[in-house]
């Protein structure tokens, strides 16, 4: 069936091209989310800004319209051509308590959206750092999938950031880029020497539970499979064996 698929230009389901394609289009996807959220994050950023100065203006026309009137009310004599009452329709006393309650009013709001309008700025500037990082952890892994293979990318990626968490609070102060790279690299390695050791090596029976002969002096004559598995998993048993395959 792959050989099929491969015929027909298509590629077998979990072959080495597909994975690396299914990390990069994940990778992609992360990337595409990081920068909606920053997109997202400035325009709440940019509204509530816009709400604050609107307000802010606001304020400082009431309060200007407040000092006249109080103005006005404190010396009758002097204002021949000052607001009266008729102005407004009501007492000037009365103005100036409604201006005072508006102003009031507005303050609050301002003190309200700014302060909201801080915590967008605190939220865009997160967003940001962490597209920021995600873009340096691309790099590194894009780097290390060239080198391992990208069907490791998810899993070393994983156990770097476990490995990472378990460092003191000192480590982590003097930790450098270069140090990410090495560690990233550290857990790519270690998955890629784990896959291998799972590499089956095909083992001819001789009908007597014995190992083929290519492999006599390397192997057990005789014993159980368990026996041959445990050969196997000696230290340089299996290179040897894999090696003496490619001869072959």
Do not use: H
């Amino acid at each position: 069936m792959d050989k099929e698929l491969e015929k027909d230009g298509q590629k077998p389901e979990g072959s080495p091209e597909n994975q690396s394609k299914e990390e990069w289009d994940k990778a992609k996807q992360e990337a595409d989310q990081l920068k909606a959220n920053l997109k997202k994050k400035q325009a709440e950023l940019d509204y509530a800004l816009s709400r604050v100065a609107d307000n802010e203006q606001k304020l400082q026309q009431t309060m200007a319209e407040l000092d006249k009137v109080r103005k006005a009310q404190a010396a009758p004599e002097k204002a021949s051509s000052k607001l009266t009452e008729e102005d407004y329709g009501k007492p000037l006393l009365q103005v100036i308590e409604s201006l005072e309650q508006r102003v009031d009013t507005l303050q609050k709001a301002n003190e309200e959206l700014t302060s909201k309008a801080k915590e967008f700025e605190t939220e865009q500037t997160l967003t940001k750092q962490q597209q920021i990082q995600r873009e340096r952890e691309n790099k590194i892994l894009d780097r290390m999938d060239k080198e391992f293979g990208a069907k490791f990318r998810n899993d070393a990626r994983k156990l770097a950031m476990d490995r990472y968490n378990e460092l003191s609070a000192t480590e982590k102060k003097s930790w450098t880029e270069l140090d990410a790279v090495v560690l990233v690299r550290d857990c790519y390695k270690e998955l890629a020497d784990a896959d291998k050791k799972k590499t089956k090596v095909p083992v001819q029976d001789d009908g007597e539970g014995g190992a083929a002969p290519m492999f006599d002096d390397i192997l057990p004559k005789q014993g159980k499979p368990k026996d041959l598995v445990a050969a196997v998993l000696k230290d340089g048993v299996l290179e040897k064996m894999l090696e003496r395959g490619r001869k072959k």
